[in-house]
């Protein structure tokens, strides 16, 4: 196909992300969405749809995929392990429960098969190599990267720690927790962040799906380090692999330096932070409920500022709802938000990073105060 500039590139490369994190018979009926919305950029997401199809297409040709993705393959080995059941899969990959098997000692784990080839023995030893180093980041509420893996067929996988909880925002409405109480949680998370900051890490896709709570209320934030896994080792950017597999990135939950192409850092972690804790205080998205195209979706994230915590709780559709959730009224609700937690979840999602907290320790001060 004709060569994109990368201006085309970085303008398109969102909306690619989203198309891509659709079943395939979805796509068509989204293209159509997308070519009366922007028919400037229609032609060349055909093209690279086109493409992405045909490139899918004769890898499986040339080799038998072999990343399990049904329950009739439990049982299979992978190393010492032996897969149980399927937990799960999404845009990056499936993820398995499995029982380590050679007789050394009893663990079960979950093991993540990532959905992208490793290309060359150069790319495959260097997974592995990241693989064992972040494997060295220890933190209570951060959940364990064991081993990291290929297969004979080239896929990557990662066995981590097995947590059994909730996701984040659903615990927290499930026992309709106040916001002290979902602020205490967060702060485990806050933590987790900070210590993998600390060692030059930043996860760059905290969302509430990654963020998992136990029975007893310990918090464990998954899949740290897989971004820098997937990233190009000089450049630090997302490969062309991890594009056509799914992005590294979910963009529903991405900074605004990640949707046009800057430069990510540890601000880009605070900025999906404080999304994440305005979605455990208000119950909505800071881009709003009528979001419905890819289109609103990145201009709310790239260029719209957000209504005040308290502002979106008295303009939801359903605010008793809401306010029951968090175990008090509309107006208990809006009036707690206002003030303090409105500043503090506003300077986390600034559109500029430089105007975003300096770090997650002084967003942790913050919130503590």
């Known amino acids: 196909m004709a060569a994109i500039s990368p201006e085309q590139w970085q303008e398109i490369n969102p909306y690619l992300d989203h ?68 937990l799960g899969h999404g845009g990056m990959g499936t993820v398995w429960l499995a029982q ?19 290309a060359t023995q150069g790319g495959s030893e260097r997974f592995k190599r990241e693989g064992k180093i972040l494997g060295q980041l220890s933190h209570p509420n951060i959940a364990e990267l064991i081993d990291a893996g290929v297969t004979a067929s080239a896929e990557p996988y990662l066995v981590l720690e097995h947590v059994e909880g909730r996701h984040l925002d659903k615990y927290c409405d499930e026992r309709h927790l106040d916001l002290q109480s979902r602020i205490r949680l967060f702060l485990q998370v806050l ?48 490969t062309l692999l991890t594009l056509e597999a799914g992005s590294a990135l979910t963009p529903q939950f991405a900074a605004p330096e990640q949707i046009t192409g800057g430069p990510i850092t540890t601000a880009t972690d605070v900025y999906t932070l404080g999304l994440l804790l305005y979605i455990l205080l208000t119950g909505q998205h800071p881009a709003g409920g009528s979001t419905r195209s890819a289109a609103e979706l990145v201009k709310a994230i790239t260029e719209i500022e957000p209504l005040h915590l308290s502002d979106a709780v008295a303009s939801c559709s359903e605010p008793d709802n809401v306010a029951q959730n968090r175990s008090t009224t509309a107006d208990k609700l809006r009036r707690h938000l206002l003030g303090d937690l409105d500043t503090i979840v506003a300077k986390a999602l600034k559109k500029n990073p430089q105007e975003r907290y300096p770090s997650v320790l002084a967003l942790t001060d913050d919130l503590q105060r």
């Open 100 to 118: 380590r098997s050679d007789g050394r000692f009893e663990r079960r784990v979950a093991i993540k098969f990532l959905r992208f080839p490793v």
């Open 19 to 86: 198309v891509l994190s659709l079943p395939q018979e979805d796509r068509s009926a989204w293209l159509q969405s997308f070519t009366a919305e922007r028919p400037d950029l229609a032609g060349v997401m055909r093209k690279l749809l086109e493409h992405h199809l045909a490139a899918a297409q004769e890898n499986f040709l040339e080799q038998q995929p072999s990343l399990p993705v049904n329950e009739s393959t439990a049982g299979q080995i992978i190393g010492p392990y032996t897969l149980i059941s399927l």
């Open 191 to 238: 933590s987790a962040v900070a210590h993998a900051h600390a060692s030059l890490i930043v996860h760059r896709d905290i969302k509430p799906s990654n963020v998992l709570v136990r029975n007893d209320g310990q918090v464990k934030l998954l899949d740290f380090g897989i971004a820098k896994l997937l990233s190009d080792e000089s450049t630090g950017e997302a």
